[in-house]
């Protein structure tokens, strides 16, 4: 899809999750064509004419100030994650510099994987925008063991191999969570890079081959992924569900740091104790520093 037919999609499916009520507008009539707000009450609400809105919904953001955008997100009243990505789209039409620029080709510092290893008691990876996991602890290895196409390979990525493989499906117990989140760090990711050409051929395989993955990205929700609790069945442990807190590296642009964490005393503790024992037999100490794909895989243009 064009930036245009994105900021299309995006709008009118923001607008369509707003009522009148929930606008503090009045609801004349009984037969409303749209479900949720019509165009002009989003521009009476944003401050703008009806003529004005109908362009920016038709997608010409290109010369939209900021002032103009933040009362789109307020009438609209767009979270945190959706007034991003709303920005995002923004530069994207007119062309501007994303918000992150793009550093050298390398790899990952010989000091950010000394840190991912130090991490003995919590599973944690880096990764890129595009769900590239690039780097594991022994731990996080361990953790995401299902989702590598083999036990000797290097990376995988969480978004093909969660859609496009059984072993995918039966690792996320909360399925319908796990797709929503998937597909809308990837929604996110594309508003930031939309020139990002892997990016790009990641979503059409998707899209080209599950309809789930289809039907979600349709919805055009976005979202941050900062901190939360997520569940996972693994095959040498059950179902365990861990706390992430995920952290971007602000040397690395484009990447961000995932460790997993449970309270001690409680089950999923001890299920995570039970994972350590069991990565100690499956995966050697060099599993602490799995080489990247390419160097175009830990840089990115993105915000």
């Not at 989702?147 to 978004?159: C, Q």
């Not at 072993?167 to 929503?180: I, L």
């Not at 995932?258 to 350590?276: I, K, M, N, R, V």
Request: glycine share 6%.
């Amino acid at each position: 899809m064009s930036t245009e037919s994105d900021i299309r999609a995006f709008l009118a499916s923001r607008r369509a999750k707003i009522t009148p009520q929930q606008a503090g507008l009045p609801a004349y009539g009984g037969n409303r064509r749209v479900p949720g707000l019509r165009r002009e009450e989003v521009a009476l609400l944003a401050g703008v004419s009806i003529d004005y809105y109908v362009r920016l919904e038709r997608g010409h953001l290109a010369g939209a100030s900021e002032e103009v955008l933040d009362a789109v997100a307020n009438a609209l009243q767009l979270d945190d994650a959706e007034r991003a990505h709303l920005f995002d789209l923004a530069r994207a039409a007119a062309k501007r510099p994303t918000r992150r620029t793009r550093r050298p080709a390398g790899t990952l510092p010989d000091s950010v994987l000394r840190v991912l290893a130090s991490m003995t008691d919590s599973p944690a990876f880096i990764r890129n925008g595009r769900l590239d996991i690039l780097a594991t602890n022994t731990l996080g290895r361990a953790l995401y063991a299902p989702l590598f196409p083999n036990p000797t390979a290097a990376t995988t990525n969480i978004a093909r191999a969660q859609f496009l493989t059984p072993a995918g499906r039966d690792f996320f117990p909360n399925w319908e969570t796990g797709v929503n989140t998937t597909v809308a760090l990837l929604r996110t990711e594309a508003g930031r890079a939309p020139h990002d050409t892997e990016l790009t051929g990641l979503i059409g395989e998707l899209v080209t081959r599950s309809q789930e993955f289809r039907t979600a990205w349709a919805k055009h929700n976005v979202r941050l992924h900062h901190t939360g609790k997520k569940a996972f069945h693994h095959p040498a442990v059950g179902t365990i569900a861990l706390d992430f807190d995920a952290m971007e590296l602000p040397a690395q642009p484009g990447l961000t740091l995932t460790a997993y964490s449970a309270a001690p005393g409680t089950p999923d503790h001890e299920a995570l104790q039970l994972l350590a024992t069991w990565a100690a037999t499956e995966f050697p100490p060099s599993a602490d520093r799995l080489p990247t794909t390419s160097p175009t895989d830990i840089t990115s243009n993105r915000h």
